[in-house]
């Protein structure tokens, strides 16, 4: 027998098949009104509410005073609008609403009135006095001429309370809390009201006040140093003390700047009318000023009747250089950045860290601009910002590690998008190697702020060819470098590369190149130059020496490099030869005795010339003719050499010459090469 619960669960599903078989629940009663924001307008809004499970179709139905039923219809969707042509002001009017589905259709309870009363304006907008700020004032659409305001209600409560306290106070506009207030007690008020005919506004935003005291607690501080912080410039920003800190009104605030070169600047800035150094966008303000040099700031705000504790920050003097050691991980959309981390807990320094901070900024915004953070405690693994974030933008987010002394390391970084877009063209490409076979490709990526999505991977090819290669776009591939290989010797190549996201590929970049040849065709190809030339100047040396021969005709010279001459090639020589042997008394004054006290010193006459390149040594053809050899000419110039002159010796000389020995034509006669080479006295009396 069966168990009486499984009758029960039987019976219940059969009710829900049934019910879901059947036509649809009624929807609510109609709630309609004309809005009055800066004026009233001219159509009818209205509202319900509907159970939507299973579908249907929902129409807005109406009926003036004996008048047609007309109707529109809205889909799904929970409201509808009538147009001021399908209804008279001040006029009876009667509107419901019908669901249908293919089961069958219901309709709503009818909702009469008059539309001259269905006149909403817009919430009041609440304002408060720094001189008073328990004395509230609210503004109104019911205020305008052709308007009066009619009723207001007025509720509040503490920041620590769910329950709202509601009172009604009639047509004011304005309302004191002063002695319903606790000092340093933040209170949330909200007003609505009605103008003297119509319908009650929406509840106002939530306004909150304060018992003014001196504020508490240390300004939240931080830096904003840009994507990529490659300047070490930042800004110094901090967020608005909430309410429950700064306890009324905050006058200003006080800055301190500590200088790497132990010296401090103190700056008195005030809040109510900003200087050009403070700027404020909403809950965020940020020094307008480069802090280069800085290296540590601190700062405090302060009210009527005091001011917070000091809250300090240290610059950073260095770039912290980004591993993936400890990566982060992003996921984002336009309304929200969620930031994950698993930090492992043997971490350098662990136990010195006080707290992190989770920071994004936006690429190419800048200083103090979208930019944003927050501190969490270490057992923190997760946040998620909420915000307006743009497609296609790179935003840039970090994970610090900060110090009880608020020295902060960064920990990881990485980019995200909201949105992915076609990527923008590679800045540079090039090739830098080229090879028989294979060559280096270089490339630059587009800049952070214009790569519009996330970069996964490169694509390069080649024209002609169906390969395509994949080149990873990581971090960690800094070098943006890829050999292309299996090429062909002396091939013509156009080479492109474009970039992928999850978009799509992007356009490509173009380049174009050609390989090398190999090594030993290059040999080959050299050596086909070089045996022609090698060849011409063997037969340019065969026909210089072959002309060098006809113009010695009878001599064989022979280049030495000895500068030291041969006496025997001398004409002088020869013919002191001949003399000694017929008179060997004649030449005795030639002989200088050794023994000597005095002798005589010669005198030596110097013509600079330039050097020849080489000296012949001639070899005389005939032993009786001493003359065989006559000097060269070089270049058409005859050759310059140095003469000895001896002052004694030459007086004696004269005296061969009158005995006929010689005679001063000889002399004239004699050439360079004797005046230059002429023999001592020595070599000739040894001769």
């Known amino acids: 027998m069966a168990p009486r619960w499984l009758f029960s669960i039987l019976i219940v599903n059969m009710a829900i098949s049934f019910a879901a078989a059947g036509p649809p629940e009624p929807p609510s009663k109609p709630k309609c009104h004309i809005p009055c924001h800066d004026s009233c307008g001219v159509d009818i809004y209205c509202h319900w509410n509907h159970k939507i499970d299973p579908p249907t179709n929902s129409s807005l139905h109406w009926k003036r005073e004996n008048g047609r039923e007309e109707f529109v219809h809205t889909g799904?969707?929970?409201?509808?609008?009538?147009?001021?042509?399908?209804?008279?002001?001040?006029?009876?009017?009667?509107?419901w609403v019908k669901a249908e589905n293919k089961n069958g259709s219901a309709?709503?309870?009818?909702?009469?009135?008059?539309?001259?009363?269905?006149?909403?304006?817009?919430p009041p907008v609440i304002s408060s006095s720094p001189q008073d700020p328990l004395e509230i004032s609210w503004s109104s659409i019911c205020d305008e001429p052709h308007l009066s305001l009619g009723k207001c209600h007025v509720q509040f409560r503490t920041q620590a309370e769910t329950r709202w306290h509601e009172e009604e106070i009639g047509a004011q506009g304005s309302y004191d809390f002063d002695s319903l207030v606790e000092a340093g007690i933040v209170y949330e008020i909200q007003v609505r009201c009605s103008?003297?005919?119509?319908?009650?506004?929406?509840w106002s935003a939530i306004h909150r006040i304060c018992l003014e005291t001196a504020p508490t607690g240390p300004i939240n501080v931080w830096k904003d140093?840009?994507?990529?912080?490659?300047?070490?410039?930042?800004?110094?920003?901090?967020?608005?003390?909430?309410?429950?800190?700064?306890?009324?009104?905050?006058?200003?605030?006080?800055?301190?700047?500590?200088?790497?070169?132990?010296?401090?600047?103190?700056?008195n800035i005030s809040a109510a009318e900003?200087?050009?150094?403070?700027?404020?966008?909403?809950?965020?303000?940020?020094?307008?000023?480069?802090?280069?040099?800085?290296?540590?700031?601190?700062?405090?705000?302060?009210?009527?009747?005091?001011?917070?504790?000091?809250?300090?920050?240290?610059?950073?003097?260095?770039l912290g250089k980004v591993t993936s050691e400890h990566p982060i991980d992003v996921r984002m959309n336009t309304a929200n950045l969620t930031v994950s981390w698993n930090l492992p807990s043997h971490l350098p320094d662990a136990k010195s860290f006080k707290e992190y901070v989770v920071q994004y900024k936006q690429a190419g915004s800048p200083l103090g601009k979208g930019f944003d953070w927050?501190?969490?405690?270490?057992?923190?693994?997760?946040?998620?910002?909420?915000?307006?974030?743009?497609?296609?933008?790179?935003?840039?987010?970090?994970?610090?590690?900060?110090?009880?002394?608020?020295?902060?390391?960064?920990?990881?970084?990485?980019?995200?998008?909201?949105?992915?877009?076609?990527?923008?063209?590679?800045?540079?490409?090039k090739v830098i190697s080229i090879a028989a076979t294979h060559a280096t490709l270089f490339w630059e990526p587009a800049v952070l702020t214009e790569q519009n999505g996330q970069i996964l991977y490169y694509q390069i090819g080649v024209h002609g060819q169906m390969a395509v290669h994949n080149v990873s776009a990581s971090p960690q591939r800094e070098n943006k470098t890829?050999?292309?290989?299996?090429?062909?010797?002396?091939?013509?190549?156009?080479?492109?590369?474009?970039?992928?996201?999850?978009?799509?590929?992007?356009?490509?970049?173009?380049?174009?190149?050609?390989?090398?040849?190999?090594?030993?065709?290059?040999?080959?190809?050299?050596?086909?130059?070089?045996?022609?030339?090698?060849?011409?100047?063997?037969?340019?040396?065969?026909?210089?020496?072959?002309?060098s021969l006809h113009q010695g005709s009878s001599k064989t010279c022979l280049c030495i490099n000895e500068?030291?001459?041969?006496?025997?090639?001398?004409?002088?020589?020869?013919?002191?030869?001949?003399?000694?042997?017929?008179?060997?008394?004649?030449?005795?004054?030639?002989?200088?005795?050794?023994?000597?006290?005095?002798?005589?010193?010669?005198?030596l006459e110097i013509v600079l010339t330039q050097p020849p390149v080489c000296e012949h040594k001639c070899l005389p053809e005939e032993h009786t003719n001493p003359a065989g050899c006559t000097r060269q000419r070089q270049y058409g110039k005859e050759q310059q050499y140095s003469k000895m002159v001896d002052s004694a010796e030459g007086k004696d000389l004269s005296r061969v010459d009158d005995a006929g020995s010689s005679s001063e034509e000889e002399e004239q006669d004699a050439s360079g090469y004797e005046q230059h080479f002429m023999p001592t006295a020595a070599q000739i009396r040894d001769t």
């Open 563 to 603: 500068n030291v001459p041969d006496p025997y090639n001398s004409t002088i020589f020869q013919m002191l030869q001949y003399q000694a042997k017929q008179a060997n008394e004649a030449l005795s004054w030639i002989s200088v005795p050794i023994s000597e006290a005095h002798p005589t010193m010669s005198t």
């Open 482 to 547: 890829f050999e292309l290989a299996n090429l062909k010797p002396n091939q013509e190549c156009q080479v492109w590369i474009k970039a992928v996201t999850e978009a799509g590929p992007g356009a490509n970049v173009t380049t174009s190149f050609i390989t090398k040849q190999p090594e030993h065709l290059v040999l080959q190809s050299k050596s086909h130059i070089f045996a022609p030339l090698l060849g011409l100047l063997v037969i340019m040396c065969c026909l210089f020496a072959l002309y």
């Open 374 to 429: 927050i501190r969490v405690n270490k057992s923190c693994t997760t946040f998620t910002f909420t915000g307006h974030f743009e497609k296609y933008r790179a935003y840039q987010v970090s994970l610090f590690a900060v110090r009880s002394n608020q020295e902060s390391r960064l920990i990881s970084s990485a980019i995200g998008y909201s949105c992915h877009g076609i990527p923008a063209k590679v800045r540079s490409f």
């Open 76 to 95: 799904a969707s929970w409201s509808g609008t009538i147009g001021r042509e399908h209804f008279s002001m001040n006029g009876e009017l009667q509107v």
């Open 195 to 202: 103008c003297a005919t119509g319908l009650s506004s929406d």
């Open 225 to 267: 140093c840009g994507v990529p912080a490659t300047n070490l410039d930042c800004a110094m920003t901090w967020k608005k003390l909430p309410l429950s800190q700064a306890c009324g009104h905050i006058l200003g605030y006080k800055v301190k700047l500590f200088s790497k070169h132990g010296t401090s600047v103190l700056m």
């Open 107 to 122: 309709k709503s309870q009818v909702a009469v009135f008059n539309t001259g009363d269905i006149m909403k304006p817009s």
């Open 274 to 318: 900003p200087m050009d150094c403070l700027v404020c966008d909403g809950p965020h303000c940020h020094l307008n000023s480069s802090l280069k040099n800085i290296s540590s700031a601190a700062i405090s705000a302060y009210n009527a009747h005091g001011a917070t504790l000091p809250a300090y920050i240290t610059i950073p003097t260095t």
